[in-house]
Each structure stands twice: as C-alpha cells, then as structure tokens.
Nanobody, 116 residues
Framework: QVQLVESGGGLVQPGGSLRLSCGVSGSNFSINSMGWYRQAPGKQRELVAT???????SYSASVKGRFTISRDNAKNTMYLQMNSLKPEDTAVYYCNANVLRIGPIWGQGTQVTVSS
C-alpha cells in the first residue's frame, strides 16, 4: 500500500515563505508523476504544480515564479517551496501521486494560511 503524508503547513504573513513536504511510504511501487493541489474554502480543488520523472515541472499561472516543486527520489519526498506568499494562497494543500498499476492517490492535506 502506498501512502502520502504532507507536512510543513502553517500560518505565515504576506510576503513570507513556507516549504511543504510530501513523504511517500510503501514498497514495490513506481510513480509516474506527482503534484500539488490546493482547495480554498468554497472553491474547487485546483492544480498548483506538477513534476514528472523528477525533473519536468509545470505550474499554474497564479503561482509561477513564486513556487518551486521538486522531488528527492532518494528520500521518497516531494517538496513545494512557496515564496512571496499572498492571502489568496490560503488553502488546504494536497499532494498527489500517479502510481503505476494503482492510479492516483492523495495525501490528507495540510493547511496554509497567509494573513497578517
């Protein structure tokens, strides 16, 4: 069984930074791609960033230039470095992995609040 566990959320002031982590546990699995999504109150879940094969990345227009997605295969961990945070970045952030022969799996989510 493959599981994802996010960490690193919290309260930060506008203009501040946070780094989210997504740890992958399990055995005998292969991941095609991973990504970060977020869901703000009253809104649909939206894609924030994706990483394929560890080095091909893409970002939503709202975070491009401020957020960086990365993956450390040796540690089975994916990261989201978030800089220049804005109040509109406030949301629950979820990590997602597309696991070969299993399909998409999700973490439990971590709250990010940007407020003064």
């Amino acid at each position: 069984q493959v599981q994802l566990v996010e960490s690193g959320g919290g309260l930060v002031q506008p203009g501040g930074s946070l780094r989210l982590s997504c740890g992958v546990s399990g055995s005998n699995f292969s991941i095609n791609s991973m990504g970060w999504y977020r869901q703000a109150p009253g809104k649909q879940r939206e894609l924030v960033a994706t990483i394929i094969r560890g080095d091909i990345t893409s970002y939503s227009a709202s975070v491009k230039g401020r957020f960086t997605i990365s993956r450390d295969n040796a540690k089975n961990t994916m990261y989201l470095q978030m800089n220049s945070l804005k109040p509109e970045d406030t949301a629950v952030y979820y990590c997602n992995a597309n696991v070969l022969r299993i399909g998409p799996i999700w973490g439990q989510g971590t709250q990010v609040t940007v407020s003064s």
